[in-house]
């Protein structure tokens, strides 16, 4: 039996984990669980899954979730401490992190140290201290599994291969809502436009970053840090279908793709479960309805961020850390309506040159650039509203 905590078990990536479990049967014992601000849904869960701790970040829901659990046995931590807790246990087999944004770091870092296998979907840890994580496994021990679903799809295709064989890996990418939207309409973007996604159904804020393809960049940046393989040898291809994951080229000019239905619980289910793909009753693939896969080039003029987040990787240190934080807090501004959807690129622009540059920065330095760059954007005044 293996023994898992669910970082994020309210959210999207969350839920989906327990439908995975479920489908997984009793192979798999959820032994922690972890909540932004939904206490009632924690609450729930932990009465079906019984875990041995919850974490509740939001302190106004501790009272009712303490009353709800007590008696049952479950100890309810709390807040950034309670979750990095949970975090560092050592004594659990998979820590799936689906936190949202710069917040997953530490808690990836923590379980890394403590040799726990991660299940990550929480891209932005790779992101933020890619060199930290990489270095911290090979003393631990402890692996990455991706849950990304174009990670995985390369993870997959991988899969038995040799890495000096790869010549380059295709992320594929859907473009976004906005991937044929007139050039001039993009100053009037409104929130409620940009969380219109095509074809998955995911948090806000990876939504926005969807419509922004900062989603795709960050992507490339967790796959430099995934697979080991420098950003030259990483493109990006938009596949409006969703149905490609991502492609592996190799030497000889073979490609393998990985394919499925956008469904999220595929990749999470294979994290748990590689190198053996488990049965499961959920919808599958229906090639002949779908009947044409199409390929364009992403258009770095319409999506800017895809541009800036290959210069952060190239330029290297914590550029790409300041890259993440601002746009987190970009996205967060763009979702109050502070600022436009135009904004975001020049303001991510604008903090990555104004930071103090670190090549090797420690994890207390990532965290005080963190604090410098998220002041920053907030100082940023609005060019379109
Ligand atoms: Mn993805």
């Known amino acids: 039996m293996k023994k898992i905590s669910i970082l994020g078990s309210t959210g999207s990536i969350g839920i989906n984990t327990l439908n995975v479990i479920d489908n997984l049967g009793d192979k798999y014992k959820v032994f922690g669980l972890s909540a932004n601000k939904n206490g009632k849904l924690l609450v729930e869960q932990a009465k079906k899954y019984r875990p041995e701790s919850v974490v509740i970040i939001d302190t106004d829901a501790v009272d009712f979730i303490k009353s709800e659990l007590k008696e049952i046995g479950i100890t309810v931590l709390v807040g950034r401490e309670g979750l990095l807790e949970l975090a560092s246990r050592d004594d659990i087999d998979i820590m799936v992190n689906g936190l949202v944004g710069s917040s997953g770091m530490e808690p990836t870092l923590n379980a890394v140290k403590a ?9 932005e840890s790779l992101v933020m201290a890619g060199e930290i994580i990489e270095r911290e496994k090979s003393v631990s021990g ?31 990418g859907s473009g976004g809502p906005f991937r044929t939207l007139d050039l001039n309409r993009f100053k009037d973007v409104i ?28 992507e490339v940046i967790e ?14 291809v938009v596949h409006p279908e969703s149905i490609i994951h991502s492609m592996v080229e190799f030497k ?9 239905v956008p469904d999220m619980k595929i990749p999470i289910q294979y994290a748990l479960t590689h190198p053996r793909h488990i049965t499961a009753a959920w919808q599958g693939l229906d090639l002949i309805e779908i009947e044409s896969l199409t390929f364009q080039a992403p258009d770095l003029n319409r999506f800017p961020c895809i541009g800036l987040a290959y210069n952060a990787m190239k330029q290297g240190g914590t550029n790409s850390a300041v890259l993440n934080v601002a746009n987190e807090q970009a996205v967060y501004r763009f979702l109050d309506g502070e600022i436009g959807f135009l904004d975001i690129p020049e303001i991510i622009e604008k903090t990555c040159e104004n930071h103090e540059w670190i090549e090797h920065p420690s994890v207390e330095e990532i965290l005080s650039l963190e604090n410098w760059a998220s002041n920053f954007v907030k100082s940023i005044e609005s060019r379109y509203i």
Request: proline share 3%.
């Open 252 to 260: 000889d000019k073979s490609v393998k793709a990985q394919l499925g």
């Open 223 to 236: 796959a430099h840090w995934l697979f080991g393989l420098s950003i030259e040898k990483i493109d990006i």
């Open 191 to 218: 929130p409620a436009d940009a969380l219109k996604h095509p074809n998955w159904k995911m948090g806000n804020k990876i939504t926005i970053d969807s419509a922004t393809m900062m989603n795709k960049g960050l």
């Open 142 to 172: 402890a692996k990455i599994f991706p849950v990304d679903s174009e990670h995985s799809a390369i993870w997959q295709c991988l899969t038995g291969e040799t890495l000096e064989d790869v010549e380059r890996i295709i992320l594929t």
């Open 115 to 123: 040799g726990v296998d991660v299940a990550l979907s929480n891209k």
